[in-house]
């Protein structure tokens, strides 16, 4: 009977131990800290990870064996670590879910496990520059690259003094256009030709949208529609952001706050909204997705939608699989009252985060520093388009598309303004848009609203920014 | 005597040895959170930085209308859910719980497939049916002439869209418990009812409904707690638009605390969905108490 009490309460007090112990497990060794294991040739073994968001697949393009979104990162890991002589270092790269990237990356910096090096779209990181959870770059830049990116490239990655992404490849914001459509109802004289990114006045656009409206054959062309407008979330929002200058706005002024409420801003609102009501867009603009919009535009719904390089070339690729239907698309620029295109672009590149850990810094940086430098990496660049000059140059001849990007150069708008709290400042828009699609709001009211609680977003951020409160 | 008492304490010792494991899980993952979650509520958190900020958190709340639009819809959402799952599952079951064994188990099963498919599955498929632009519920309507049918890009038909999907997925939970509860209820109570000439309404109404009581008690609470902690469906159909017309509390946390990096605020908002649960819940669990 002892015995049995004795050993029912040793499993007991087991169980405490083993659940005590898994609890209490020393989570440095998760956090990948750097140990001080001797690793390969008696160096000294760091292991950083390296987190990026799908961009493109295989290391050089799609079509090789096995390409996936992770190809380029791992292959630029192995070379690097085969060259690299401070220290044995691995690269653990994961490719994360563009819409978990904010929980992802809050989460893990609440538990001190940030990703050592971050590989994404530079203006949805802005905000962690301003929480301090960045480390600057400055120091790795040298005057080589810095001749041969264009300093707009380099004004989009620098906030205050220091620069925090080092740009790889850009991807700007165009529309385009299904000119098998354009040329269905009756508007061969807009379509441009196939290499070049066409550019309509505001007068233009509207005949554009009155054709496809009336014209097309509804027997060739049932339930299409002119042109895409989506505003469920805050996806594929900069092209929304661009409406919104149409008629001149200059969105945000020299302090960093919202100057929407104005003529300007009420006149570009009241244009969505009338190209809304008149039947010109999809229908349900208030709960329709970008990719939604996207996903139309491929099954030939809509006459005119957004894209950006990567978006028109997994197009193209799909046209070719045969994965969906073969139509002619080609660029256009997003029209404006002064005539001049409206041009914005998202750079591209790797930051390094404040882990606490100054070996794993100084790795992530030195790999930042290789795969953004490398000859043979930045190659890579081509399936956006290449920030550096002398890239876009060499593969010119592959991709006609560089030269018409680069005469488009000239147009580009900030369109983060670089401010801080610029993820929280996207969930305030896409309400205001809702509401003036449902016509709670008319378009002064909302110019006006969204002024109001993005500034107010604005403020709040300000105050904890550590580059406004250097 | 001190022998004795000795005995008990070391049998006493055993049991509370036993029940260690699940009081140090239980303790470390509920009741730690929730002080750690009412302390972050008074704090302003930055990545380098707690900041005590007393109320402020909950100032904050109570000067966005957003919030109180989340507040009213969870509240909608919780009492028409659980009034229709509650409502439905008697009136299926008390139909039902007599009849034939194979029949009754038909219903279970039907009713029960929603249940056991991920809400986010079911999400989805609702979302690929009421897609504005390419949905077949707006592809039918624009065929038989309807025009543009946008269910949830109008802020009329939004709430009772979502409460449609929710209650239609969560059913089957209440049928199976109600007709399991049905069963047990003593034969000899129906066969006096049906001496004394009782009609089949009478029987549910004066024998059924109050037999099963403790059954209603739990599946309102329980269906209390998972409404008022709807997400899913939001995050996926909806994003709680248009225009925040179905945002809910669970949803305004997750953009505090996720979307916005604002966990101080978002902690207030748990805090206070924390209370309203319990003010929600103790009555209910009160009466059942009471009642054993």
Redesign the interface.
């Given at each position: 009977m002892n015995n049995k009490?004795l050993f029912?309460?040793m499993t007991?007090?087991l169980?405490?131990v083993s659940?005590?112990a898994g609890?209490s497990g020393n989570n440095k060794a998760g956090n990948g800290a750097a140990s001080s294991n001797a690793g390969k040739g008696g160096k000294e073994k760091v292991e950083i990870t390296a987190w990026l968001t799908p961009q493109w697949k295989g290391v050089l393009n799609a079509s090789e064996q096995g390409a996936d979104y992770d190809s380029f990162l791992k292959y630029a890991a192995e070379k690097f670590a085969a060259q690299y002589d401070k220290y044995d270092a691995s690269v653990k790269v994961e490719v994360i879910a563009g819409d978990q990237r904010?929980?992802l990356l809050?989460?893990n910096?609440?538990s001190n496990t940030p990703p050592d090096v971050f590989f994404e779209s530079v203006f949805p990181m802005g905000?962690y520059v301003h929480?301090?959870?960045m480390v600057p770059l400055t120091d790795i830049v040298d005057d080589e690259a810095k001749k041969d990116i264009d300093q707009s490239f380099w004004d989009a990655v620098t906030f205050g003094d220091d620069i925090y992404f080092y740009p790889f490849q850009h991807n700007p914001g165009t529309l385009v256009y299904n000119a098998d459509m354009f040329r269905a109802a009756g508007l061969e004289k807009f379509v441009g030709s196939e290499n070049e990114i066409k550019t309509w006045t505001m007068d233009e656009y509207q005949q554009i949208l009155d054709a496809l409206k009336t014209n097309l054959p509804k027997d060739k062309y049932p339930?299409a529609y002119p042109m895409a407008l989506y505003a469920?979330?805050n996806q594929g929002d900069t092209w929304n952001l661009a409406y919104l200058r149409t008629f001149g706005s200059p969105f945000f002024n020299n302090e960093g706050n919202i100057v929407l409420d104005d003529e300007k801003g009420a006149k570009a609102a009241a244009w969505l909204k009338k190209l809304y009501d008149g039947g010109y867009t999809?229908?349900?603009a208030?709960?329709?997705s970008s990719n939604?919009?996207n996903?139309?535009f491929q099954?030939q719904?809509l006459g005119i939608s957004f894209t950006n390089p990567i978006l028109f070339s997994n197009m193209k690729t799909n046209m070719e699989n045969g994965t969906s239907p073969k139509f002619d698309v080609r660029l256009a620029n997003i029209p404006s009252e002064s005539g001049d295109p409206l041009s914005f672009t998202y750079v591209v590149g790797a930051s390094v985060f404040q882990s606490g850990n100054a070996k794993k810094i100084e790795v992530a940086k030195d790999f930042v520093k290789f795969f953004s430098t490398d000859p043979e990496l930045v190659k890579s660049s081509k399936n956006g388009i290449p920030v550096r000059s002398s890239v876009a140059e060499e593969l010119k001849g592959e991709n006609p598309l560089f030269a018409a990007y680069d005469a488009n150069s000239k147009y580009l708008f900030n369109f983060t303004g670089n401010v801080p709290?610029y993820?929280?400042l996207r969930?305030v828009l896409?309400?205001?848009l809702?509401?003036l699609?449902?016509g709670?709001k008319t378009p002064e009211q909302m110019v006006k609203d969204y002024q109001t609680n993005g500034n107010k977003v604005i403020e709040q951020n300000k105050a904890?920014s550590?580059i406004y409160n250097k | 005597m001190k022998l004795r008492r000795n005995i008990y304490a070391k049998e006493n010792m055993t049991g509370y040895l036993f029940i260690l494991p699940q009081m140090l899980v239980f303790l470390l993952f509920l009741v730690y959170p929730i002080f750690e979650g009412i302390r972050l509520s008074m704090y302003r958190i930055n990545y380098q930085s707690e900041t005590f900020v007393g109320f402020d958190n909950y100032l904050t709340l109570f000067h966005d209308p957003v919030f109180f639009k989340a507040l009213v819809n969870t509240v909608v959402f919780v009492v028409f859910i659980v009034i229709l799952t509650v409502g439905f599952a008697l009136f299926v079951a008390s139909a039902i719980f007599d009849k034939n064994a194979r029949y009754v188990s038909f219903i279970r099963g039907s009713y029960y497939i929603p249940v056991m498919v991920s809400m986010v599955v079911m999400s989805m498929v609702w979302s690929f049916l009421l897609n504005p632009a390419n949905g077949l519920i707006s592809y039918f309507a624009r065929d038989m002439g309807l025009g543009a049918v946008n269910l949830l890009g109008n802020p009329k038909t939004v709430m009772p869209v979502i409460i449609f999907v929710t209650f239609a997925t969560n059913v089957g939970q209440a049928i199976i418990l109600y007709i399991a509860a049905m069963i047990g209820v003593p034969k000899d109570l129906f066969e006096a009812a049906e001496v004394d000439g009782a009609s089949r309404w009478q029987v549910i109404l004066k024998i059924l409904i109050p037999s099963v009581k403790p059954t209603t008690v739990y599946i309102t609470i329980i269906n209390i707690i998972a409404v008022l902690k709807i997400f899913v469906v939001i995050q996926l159909l909806t994003g709680g638009g248009p225009n925040n017309a179905s945002v809910t509390l669970m949803y305004y946390l997750y953009n505090n605390a996720f979307k916005y990096n604002q966990l101080g605020v978002a902690s207030a908002v748990g805090v206070i969905m924390f209370v309203i649960t319990l003010l929600l819940s103790v009555p209910q669990l009160k009466s059942m108490l009471q009642d054993k």
């Amino acid at each position: 009977m002892n015995n049995k009490r004795l050993f029912t309460t040793m499993t007991a007090l087991l169980l405490i131990v083993s659940l005590m112990a898994g609890c209490s497990g020393n989570n440095k060794a998760g956090n990948g800290a750097a140990s001080s294991n001797a690793g390969k040739g008696g160096k000294e073994k760091v292991e950083i990870t390296a987190w990026l968001t799908p961009q493109w697949k295989g290391v050089l393009n799609a079509s090789e064996q096995g390409a996936d979104y992770d190809s380029f990162l791992k292959y630029a890991a192995e070379k690097f670590a085969a060259q690299y002589d401070k220290y044995d270092a691995s690269v653990k790269v994961e490719v994360i879910a563009g819409d978990q990237r904010d929980q992802l990356l809050n989460v893990n910096l609440s538990s001190n496990t940030p990703p050592d090096v971050f590989f994404e779209s530079v203006f949805p990181m802005g905000d962690y520059v301003h929480r301090g959870a960045m480390v600057p770059l400055t120091d790795i830049v040298d005057d080589e690259a810095k001749k041969d990116i264009d300093q707009s490239f380099w004004d989009a990655v620098t906030f205050g003094d220091d620069i925090y992404f080092y740009p790889f490849q850009h991807n700007p914001g165009t529309l385009v256009y299904n000119a098998d459509m354009f040329r269905a109802a009756g508007l061969e004289k807009f379509v441009g030709s196939e290499n070049e990114i066409k550019t309509w006045t505001m007068d233009e656009y509207q005949q554009i949208l009155d054709a496809l409206k009336t014209n097309l054959p509804k027997d060739k062309y049932p339930n299409a529609y002119p042109m895409a407008l989506y505003a469920v979330n805050n996806q594929g929002d900069t092209w929304n952001l661009a409406y919104l200058r149409t008629f001149g706005s200059p969105f945000f002024n020299n302090e960093g706050n919202i100057v929407l409420d104005d003529e300007k801003g009420a006149k570009a609102a009241a244009w969505l909204k009338k190209l809304y009501d008149g039947g010109y867009t999809n229908p349900g603009a208030e709960s329709v997705s970008s990719n939604d919009a996207n996903a139309m535009f491929q099954n030939q719904q809509l006459g005119i939608s957004f894209t950006n390089p990567i978006l028109f070339s997994n197009m193209k690729t799909n046209m070719e699989n045969g994965t969906s239907p073969k139509f002619d698309v080609r660029l256009a620029n997003i029209p404006s009252e002064s005539g001049d295109p409206l041009s914005f672009t998202y750079v591209v590149g790797a930051s390094v985060f404040q882990s606490g850990n100054a070996k794993k810094i100084e790795v992530a940086k030195d790999f930042v520093k290789f795969f953004s430098t490398d000859p043979e990496l930045v190659k890579s660049s081509k399936n956006g388009i290449p920030v550096r000059s002398s890239v876009a140059e060499e593969l010119k001849g592959e991709n006609p598309l560089f030269a018409a990007y680069d005469a488009n150069s000239k147009y580009l708008f900030n369109f983060t303004g670089n401010v801080p709290g610029y993820s929280q400042l996207r969930e305030v828009l896409y309400p205001e848009l809702q509401a003036l699609y449902l016509g709670q709001k008319t378009p002064e009211q909302m110019v006006k609203d969204y002024q109001t609680n993005g500034n107010k977003v604005i403020e709040q951020n300000k105050a904890g920014s550590v580059i406004y409160n250097k | 005597m001190k022998l004795r008492r000795n005995i008990y304490a070391k049998e006493n010792m055993t049991g509370y040895l036993f029940i260690l494991p699940q009081m140090l899980v239980f303790l470390l993952f509920l009741v730690y959170p929730i002080f750690e979650g009412i302390r972050l509520s008074m704090y302003r958190i930055n990545y380098q930085s707690e900041t005590f900020v007393g109320f402020d958190n909950y100032l904050t709340l109570f000067h966005d209308p957003v919030f109180f639009k989340a507040l009213v819809n969870t509240v909608v959402f919780v009492v028409f859910i659980v009034i229709l799952t509650v409502g439905f599952a008697l009136f299926v079951a008390s139909a039902i719980f007599d009849k034939n064994a194979r029949y009754v188990s038909f219903i279970r099963g039907s009713y029960y497939i929603p249940v056991m498919v991920s809400m986010v599955v079911m999400s989805m498929v609702w979302s690929f049916l009421l897609n504005p632009a390419n949905g077949l519920i707006s592809y039918f309507a624009r065929d038989m002439g309807l025009g543009a049918v946008n269910l949830l890009g109008n802020p009329k038909t939004v709430m009772p869209v979502i409460i449609f999907v929710t209650f239609a997925t969560n059913v089957g939970q209440a049928i199976i418990l109600y007709i399991a509860a049905m069963i047990g209820v003593p034969k000899d109570l129906f066969e006096a009812a049906e001496v004394d000439g009782a009609s089949r309404w009478q029987v549910i109404l004066k024998i059924l409904i109050p037999s099963v009581k403790p059954t209603t008690v739990y599946i309102t609470i329980i269906n209390i707690i998972a409404v008022l902690k709807i997400f899913v469906v939001i995050q996926l159909l909806t994003g709680g638009g248009p225009n925040n017309a179905s945002v809910t509390l669970m949803y305004y946390l997750y953009n505090n605390a996720f979307k916005y990096n604002q966990l101080g605020v978002a902690s207030a908002v748990g805090v206070i969905m924390f209370v309203i649960t319990l003010l929600l819940s103790v009555p209910q669990l009160k009466s059942m108490l009471q009642d054993k």
